[in-house]
T-cell receptor
Framework: SQQGEEDPQALSIQEGENATMNCSYK?????LQWYRQNSGRGLVHLIL?????REKHSGRLRVTLDTSKKSSSLLITASRAADTASYFCATALFNTDKLIFGTGTRLQVFP | DTGVSQNPRHKITKRGQNVTFRCDPI?????LYWYRQTLGQGPEFLTY????????KSRLLSDRFSAERPKGSFSTLEIQRTEQGDSAMYLC?????????????FGSGTRLTVV
């Protein structure tokens, strides 16, 4: 079963625009992570935010976490064509090392 | 060490045959995970190991599936009597212990097609 659901399922933007993806989850978490997957490839870890953090930045990425609403958002600023990929949120629960992945957002950035 | 390696990259098999996939994790990572991903979906957890111990198995892992990590290094995932519904990408990942974890490192996956 998948705990996280991403919204929107698909997003198309022009280069230079910002892209925002949202993730909702169901149960209390230890941390939440975002991954990128290019077509037919493995996933690449982007950023991890712990349950006691509210915002985190890494380069052009900004992640927020609202544990009261059980939601997170990933903002990619000044998007590039190379950002075209699927993006997944994944939640780490307490007392287990496994990650539970969401359904993903497919981002298309047009040059 | 160039990351997580999975072999083969692609496997086409006839229904009813057995298949085995191999995963070589990053050497200092003691956690190893198997996931399955179908088209348009997120990865679904199958099982994970801490060193050679299999700590958790998903209900998705029927009795036709078995995973091993005999020496705490590489791992194998075997599917017996394959069915068309087993067609998917099988992903392996590894990580450091939880207190130091900064995410998983994934391999490129093995794409299984059952015909």
């Amino acid at each position: 079963s998948q705990q996280g659901e991403e919204d929107p399922q698909a997003l198309s933007i022009q280069e230079g625009e910002n892209a925002t993806m949202n993730c909702s989850y169901k149960t209390s978490i230890n941390n939440l992570q975002w991954y990128r997957q290019n077509s037919g490839r493995g996933l690449v870890h982007l950023i991890l935010i712990r349950s006691n953090e509210r915002e985190k930045h890494s380069g052009r990425l900004r992640v927020t976490l609202d544990t009261s609403k059980k939601s997170s958002s990933l903002l990619i600023t000044a998007s590039r064509a190379a950002d075209t990929a699927s993006y997944f949120c994944a939640t780490a629960l307490f007392n287990t090392d496994k990650l539970i992945f969401g359904t993903g957002t497919r981002l298309q950035v047009f040059p | 060490d160039t990351g997580v390696s999975q072999n083969p990259r692609h496997k086409i098999t006839k229904r009813g045959q057995n298949v085995t996939f191999r995963c070589d994790p990053i050497s200092e990572h003691n956690r190893l995970y198997w996931y399955r991903q179908t088209l348009g979906q997120g990865p679904e957890f199958l099982t994970y190991f801490q060193n050679e111990a299999q700590l958790e198995k998903s209900r998705l892992l029927s009795d036709r599936f078995s995973a091993e990590r005999p020496k705490g290094s590489f791992s194998t995932l075997e599917i017996q009597r394959t069915e068309q519904g087993d067609s998917a990408m099988y992903l392996c990942a590894s990580s450091l212990p939880a207190r130091e974890k900064d995410g998983y490192t994934f391999g490129s996956g093995t794409r299984l097609t059952v015909v």
